[in-house]
């Protein structure tokens, strides 16, 4: 069995190790945080005396016990890595503690005495925005004149829409373990999408240079995210504690202290105005947003960045004006998550899109498909990047007749008119993704490939595994590129001390970056072995073909060696059997400043239609039918890439009818568990779930000629909250705001807010 085959075996027995499992030295501690209760006030004194004399703690920290810099923010330096004199938020750490057990650093958190002066917090997204507060600038986009564009539109419509938090809820949670060295170094073992940053910060703040902290990571527990940036703060917090105490330190977060303290999806406020014509085509599209960022900017400003240019979603817009801004609260800092702002903006449009279609009369597909990006006109999007390789049209004309889509609405209208407390709805929502960091430098990689005297092989690459099938797919390409087996494969975890300066695993650009790397690498090894093997073989070089571990000329395919014993005899001619390569993405910038340029390398398209049954009486809705038609190019592994789809259209399903977060007035988190907090189940799944990968259209300057595929299919899982919407309208003819997520509560108050005028 090869490695991948082996992994996932393991994986779905429950054995894949994370920070969690791993054999902990002896002298091991644990570490712990001492947080604050109150979203805003002014630590006033910190008494830490009588908890110091607990047994079994070997440390206390507060800022002041920094060597170095006290942040750990991604971008801006206003984010600390212990509360200095304010805290901003329930839940901010404020001392670390280093104890034997977690009794004892228990105990010594009821003896810990902090007195803080309780300040007034902002908690509410529109008093941020009133009070300016924003921690860097607001981002706008004009292109065309909105104004005329209203002007000439029959119809004009304005609105505000509501888009949810969304916890991550990856199965492991925030977790690092620190080993400090004899020899001054650090290793530290993280569970991060990010390791280049985790050591960066430990870096400032141990102000230790980064050749000397070695960053490890395995395998982990899903990142969705989650763990771009806010796995720096386990990665840190154990290094001061096993710096100063100079042993090892673990830390990992619990299930409840995870949700209280990390970041999530930005909730967003949207106050949207819309100008079409009869015909339901869009003239005009304005709208301020507004983010909740939390209490720091972490990623916002990319977060909000990748918002702006995902408003058009699959859409051409004559005329835009949009001003997207990041208004501070007291609450956790929230980050990136699936989608990375693009889900809350391309809801806005999608609404607009049903709402178009409750106005003018006209089937909600219908709508869309009127103003769908064309191929060779109306093919520009507001921020200038030309849309090339547009198949939308080509997706919506498949998946209307696959999907039965005219003689479904049919039979749906048909059943609502018989049935008086159960409504079905339907709705079609596509997708246009854009690939590439929008922060251009980030998009680079590295691989090193090292092959042995046997011939078996093994690839280090900067892309962290967190479940989305990155290892396989780059052992496909290894084993493609190489024509070896995949049994003398080997994907190595991820080793900052081996691959430096990697970019997180994120943007969904793992395998593109990754990918392009290893064949570099590949290609130039089998260049230098295939001089050598020409030489030597006495074959033309360009006959020499690499087939399942062997090796044999074109002109002579009869006589074949195992790559084992050409690689033997490479070695005792003294070729080098290791290569190293770097890839960046060409051809891309973009200027915030201006909202102008080409940021993304290429576009993913796609198309979903969910059929939903909302009973009128709970408000329960469950999902009929939902239909997928996913461009991935050619697929680097189909299995893995149909998976990625499911996973990310339940997950969007869940942000939009079921996850729920609740803050009290003081911004205490109310929804810390999963007892009170609901993500999807096995039932919440559609009844008739059809995916399906469009393979007409590979991408030849795509690695393997694929497209990534981990974040674009979140979107789909909008098309259940719009359905809902769509069968509400046969139900309550009046129109009602449905925001996001669309949980039972808010259904009901639709159905029925207008009841008693409505005369049925
Ligand atoms: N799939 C699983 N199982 N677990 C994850 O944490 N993260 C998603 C997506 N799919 C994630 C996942 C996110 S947010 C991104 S950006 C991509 O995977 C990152 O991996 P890739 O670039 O290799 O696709
Ligand atoms: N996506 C995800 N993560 C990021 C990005 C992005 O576009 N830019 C910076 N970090
Ligand atoms: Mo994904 S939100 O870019 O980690």
Redesign the pocket.
């Given at each position: 069995m090869d490695q991948s085959l082996k992994r996932t075996a393991s994986h779905l027995k429950g054995e894949t190790r994370y920070i969690d499992d791993l054999d902990k030295p002896n002298n091991v501690l644990y570490g712990f945080i001492y947080r604050s209760n109150f979203a805003y006030g002014k630590i006033e004194k910190i008494d830490i005396e009588e908890a110091k004399r607990v047994k079994d703690v070997f440390a206390i920290l507060s800022y002041k016990d920094i060597p170095g810099k006290n942040f750990m923010g991604a971008v801006f330096d206003d984010e600390p890595i212990l509360a200095e004199e304010h805290v901003e938020f329930i839940g901010q750490a404020i001392l670390l503690i280093a104890a034997k057990s977690k009794s004892a650093a228990f105990e010594a958190i009821t003896k810990i005495k902090v007195d803080i002066k309780e300040l007034e917090p902002v908690l509410d997204v529109e008093e941020s925005y009133t009070k300016g507060n924003f921690p860097f600038d607001p981002l706008h986009i004009v292109s065309g004149d909105v104004e005329e564009g209203f002007a000439k539109s029959d119809f004009v419509i304005e609105g505000v829409l509501n888009t949810g938090c969304q916890e991550h809820f990856y199965l492991e949670t925030q977790a690092a373990m620190s080993v400090p060295k004899p020899d001054g170094t650090i290793l530290v073992k993280t569970s991060s999408?990010n390791p280049s940053e985790n050591q960066l910060i430990i870096s400032h703040a141990l102000k230790l240079e980064s050749s000397k902290i070695e960053v490890v990571t395995d395998i982990i527990g899903g990142?969705?995210?989650g763990k771009?940036t806010q796995s720096n703060w386990c990665a840190v917090w154990t290094s001061l504690l096993a710096n100063h105490c100079a042993v090892p330190v673990i830390m990992v977060m619990d299930r409840r202290e995870d949700m209280l303290i990390t970041g999530k999806r930005h909730p967003v406020k949207t106050t949207y105005k819309a100008g079409f014509n009869k015909n339901g085509r869009l003239n005009a599209y304005s709208a301020k947003f507004l983010f909740d960022i939390g209490f720091s900017a972490d990623l916002s400003r990319s977060i909000i960045e990748r918002s702006l240019l995902h408003l058009d979603n699959s859409y051409y817009i004559p005329s835009v004006k949009c001003d997207l801004y990041p208004c501070r609260t007291n609450k956790p800092s929230n980050t990136?998550?699936?989608?990375?702002g693009a889900p809350q903006s391309i809801a806005a449009i999608e609404y607009v899109m049903e709402e178009i279609s409750r106005v003018t009369g006209i089937d909600a597909a219908v709508v869309r498909n009127r103003n769908f990006y064309g191929k060779s006109v109306r093919n520009t999007a507001p921020y200038g990047q030309k849309i090339k390789d547009n198949i939308i049209g080509d997706l919506y004309k498949e998946l209307l007749k696959t999907s039965d889509y005219k003689q479904r609405v049919k039979s749906l209208k048909e059943f609502n008119k018989s049935s008086k407390w159960k409504k079905r709805g339907i709705s079609m929502v596509p997708v246009k993704f854009g690939i590439s960091f929008t922060t251009s430098f980030l998009n680079q990689g590295a691989a090193l490939v090292n092959m042995y005297k046997d011939g078996s092989l093994v690839v280090h690459q900067g892309g962290v595994e967190m479940g989305q099938g990155l290892y396989d797919k780059m052992m496909n390409v290894v084993s493609r590129e190489f024509g070896i087996t995949k049994e003398s494969v080997r994907i190595c975890s991820t080793n900052i001390s081996v691959i430096p300066n990697t970019s997180?695993?994120?943007?969904?650009t793992g395998s593109d970056i990754n990918g392009h790397a290893i064949k570099l690498a590949i290609d130039r090894l089998k260049n230098r072995l295939n001089d050598f093997i020409s030489l030597n073989y006495s074959w033309g070089k360009e006959d020499i073909v690499w087939e399942n571990s062997f090796i044999f000329s074109k002109k002579n395919p009869e006589i074949r060696y195992p790559i084992s014993e050409i690689i033997k005899n490479a070695y005792l001619a003294q070729v080098s059997l290791s290569e190293q390569a770097y890839y960046k993405t060409p051809g891309i910038h973009f200027d915030r400043v201006i909202a102008r340029g080409n940021p993304f390398y290429y576009y993913v398209f796609g198309l979903s239609v969910s059929e939903v049954e909302v009973d009128m009486l709970t408000g329960a809705h469950k999902i009929i039918r939902t239909d997928i038609l996913h461009d991935v190019g050619e697929s680097l592994d189909k299995l893995i890439d149909k998976g990625q789809i499911e996973g990310a259209f339940v997950q969007c399903s869940g942000w939009a009818t079921m996850e729920e977060l609740v803050y009290n007035s003081k911004g205490a988190l109310l929804t810390a568990s999963p007892d009170s907090y609901k993500i999807p189940g096995i039932a919440d799944i559609p009844q008739d779930f059809r995916v399906n990968l469009y393979e007409k259209n590979p991408f030849n300057a795509g690695i393997l000629k694929s497209r990534a595929v981990?974040?674009p299919p979140f979107i789909y899982g909008l098309s259940v909250w719009l359905a809902i919407k769509n069968a509400l309208i046969y139900f309550n003819k009046k129109s009602c705001r449905l925001d996001l997520p669309a949980t039972k509560e808010k259904i009901l108050k639709c159905a029925y807010s207008y009841v008693e005028s409505d005369k049925n």
């Amino acid at each position: 069995m090869d490695q991948s085959l082996k992994r996932t075996a393991s994986h779905l027995k429950g054995e894949t190790r994370y920070i969690d499992d791993l054999d902990k030295p002896n002298n091991v501690l644990y570490g712990f945080i001492y947080r604050s209760n109150f979203a805003y006030g002014k630590i006033e004194k910190i008494d830490i005396e009588e908890a110091k004399r607990v047994k079994d703690v070997f440390a206390i920290l507060s800022y002041k016990d920094i060597p170095g810099k006290n942040f750990m923010g991604a971008v801006f330096d206003d984010e600390p890595i212990l509360a200095e004199e304010h805290v901003e938020f329930i839940g901010q750490a404020i001392l670390l503690i280093a104890a034997k057990s977690k009794s004892a650093a228990f105990e010594a958190i009821t003896k810990i005495k902090v007195d803080i002066k309780e300040l007034e917090p902002v908690l509410d997204v529109e008093e941020s925005y009133t009070k300016g507060n924003f921690p860097f600038d607001p981002l706008h986009i004009v292109s065309g004149d909105v104004e005329e564009g209203f002007a000439k539109s029959d119809f004009v419509i304005e609105g505000v829409l509501n888009t949810g938090c969304q916890e991550h809820f990856y199965l492991e949670t925030q977790a690092a373990m620190s080993v400090p060295k004899p020899d001054g170094t650090i290793l530290v073992k993280t569970s991060s999408q990010n390791p280049s940053e985790n050591q960066l910060i430990i870096s400032h703040a141990l102000k230790l240079e980064s050749s000397k902290i070695e960053v490890v990571t395995d395998i982990i527990g899903g990142g969705f995210g989650g763990k771009e940036t806010q796995s720096n703060w386990c990665a840190v917090w154990t290094s001061l504690l096993a710096n100063h105490c100079a042993v090892p330190v673990i830390m990992v977060m619990d299930r409840r202290e995870d949700m209280l303290i990390t970041g999530k999806r930005h909730p967003v406020k949207t106050t949207y105005k819309a100008g079409f014509n009869k015909n339901g085509r869009l003239n005009a599209y304005s709208a301020k947003f507004l983010f909740d960022i939390g209490f720091s900017a972490d990623l916002s400003r990319s977060i909000i960045e990748r918002s702006l240019l995902h408003l058009d979603n699959s859409y051409y817009i004559p005329s835009v004006k949009c001003d997207l801004y990041p208004c501070r609260t007291n609450k956790p800092s929230n980050t990136a998550f699936r989608g990375f702002g693009a889900p809350q903006s391309i809801a806005a449009i999608e609404y607009v899109m049903e709402e178009i279609s409750r106005v003018t009369g006209i089937d909600a597909a219908v709508v869309r498909n009127r103003n769908f990006y064309g191929k060779s006109v109306r093919n520009t999007a507001p921020y200038g990047q030309k849309i090339k390789d547009n198949i939308i049209g080509d997706l919506y004309k498949e998946l209307l007749k696959t999907s039965d889509y005219k003689q479904r609405v049919k039979s749906l209208k048909e059943f609502n008119k018989s049935s008086k407390w159960k409504k079905r709805g339907i709705s079609m929502v596509p997708v246009k993704f854009g690939i590439s960091f929008t922060t251009s430098f980030l998009n680079q990689g590295a691989a090193l490939v090292n092959m042995y005297k046997d011939g078996s092989l093994v690839v280090h690459q900067g892309g962290v595994e967190m479940g989305q099938g990155l290892y396989d797919k780059m052992m496909n390409v290894v084993s493609r590129e190489f024509g070896i087996t995949k049994e003398s494969v080997r994907i190595c975890s991820t080793n900052i001390s081996v691959i430096p300066n990697t970019s997180a695993t994120a943007a969904s650009t793992g395998s593109d970056i990754n990918g392009h790397a290893i064949k570099l690498a590949i290609d130039r090894l089998k260049n230098r072995l295939n001089d050598f093997i020409s030489l030597n073989y006495s074959w033309g070089k360009e006959d020499i073909v690499w087939e399942n571990s062997f090796i044999f000329s074109k002109k002579n395919p009869e006589i074949r060696y195992p790559i084992s014993e050409i690689i033997k005899n490479a070695y005792l001619a003294q070729v080098s059997l290791s290569e190293q390569a770097y890839y960046k993405t060409p051809g891309i910038h973009f200027d915030r400043v201006i909202a102008r340029g080409n940021p993304f390398y290429y576009y993913v398209f796609g198309l979903s239609v969910s059929e939903v049954e909302v009973d009128m009486l709970t408000g329960a809705h469950k999902i009929i039918r939902t239909d997928i038609l996913h461009d991935v190019g050619e697929s680097l592994d189909k299995l893995i890439d149909k998976g990625q789809i499911e996973g990310a259209f339940v997950q969007c399903s869940g942000w939009a009818t079921m996850e729920e977060l609740v803050y009290n007035s003081k911004g205490a988190l109310l929804t810390a568990s999963p007892d009170s907090y609901k993500i999807p189940g096995i039932a919440d799944i559609p009844q008739d779930f059809r995916v399906n990968l469009y393979e007409k259209n590979p991408f030849n300057a795509g690695i393997l000629k694929s497209r990534a595929v981990g974040e674009p299919p979140f979107i789909y899982g909008l098309s259940v909250w719009l359905a809902i919407k769509n069968a509400l309208i046969y139900f309550n003819k009046k129109s009602c705001r449905l925001d996001l997520p669309a949980t039972k509560e808010k259904i009901l108050k639709c159905a029925y807010s207008y009841v008693e005028s409505d005369k049925n």
